[in-house]
């Protein structure tokens, strides 16, 4: 966990002393403050730009659940890092890697029960509805067989006159 934390840190790092060199080179004279408005202000723009026509899409086509299981499992990768890089912050537990994969596969795998109750539910709901569909078909045509026949009885009775 540490490594790759590390690893995370140095990348960031390293990232960032390219930015401050180029400023420098170039004069700009952004302050940090300022770089950090500008580069995440335009990595987030560069991501709505590839995530809402995705989003878009999605919700075109009636997928609510997966723009909803995206967001709710960036936020659960963003809540098991902070609370792992708490543990080490605060020395209340170990950083461990694997409890972030175990807190992750454990939404992953409670998503799938809840995906599949969903599904059966649905399911069951679909076939109820078509029942009640057929019914009411039934119902129908049985109603317009009494009304003609009715008709027919009238009819009748005028034709007797």
């Known amino acids: 966990m540490k490594e790759l934390l590390y690893g995370?840190?140095?990348?960031?790092?390293?990232?960032?002393?390219?930015?401050?060199?180029?400023?420098d080179a170039y004069e700009?004279?952004?302050?940090?403050?300022?770089?950090?408005?500008?580069?995440?202000?335009?990595?987030g723009m560069m991501f709505i730009f590839v995530v809402y026509p995705v989003f878009k899409w999605l919700a075109k086509?009636?997928?609510?659940?997966?723009i909803a299981w995206i967001y709710v499992f960036t936020l659960i990768i963003v809540i098991t890092f902070a609370i792992e890089i708490g543990q080490k912050v605060t020395n209340t537990g170990n950083m461990e890697f694997a409890d972030i994969v175990f807190g992750i596969v454990g939404f992953i795998v409670m998503f799938f029960i809840f995906a599949v109750i969903r599904e059966i539910y649905k399911g069951i709901v679909s076939?109820?509805?078509?029942?009640t569909h057929q019914d009411k078909k039934h119902s129908k045509k049985r109603h317009q067989r009494v009304y003609d026949e009715y008709e027919e009885d009238v009819m009748d009775e005028d034709d007797e006159e």
């Open 8 to 23: 995370i840190v140095e990348l960031i790092a390293k990232i960032h002393s390219y930015l401050l060199r180029f400023n």
């Open 28 to 43: 700009y004279n952004f302050s940090d403050k300022e770089l950090h408005f500008l580069v995440i202000g335009i990595m």
């Open 61 to 66: 086509h009636d997928h609510v659940m997966v």
């Open 127 to 131: 076939l109820t509805c078509d029942v």
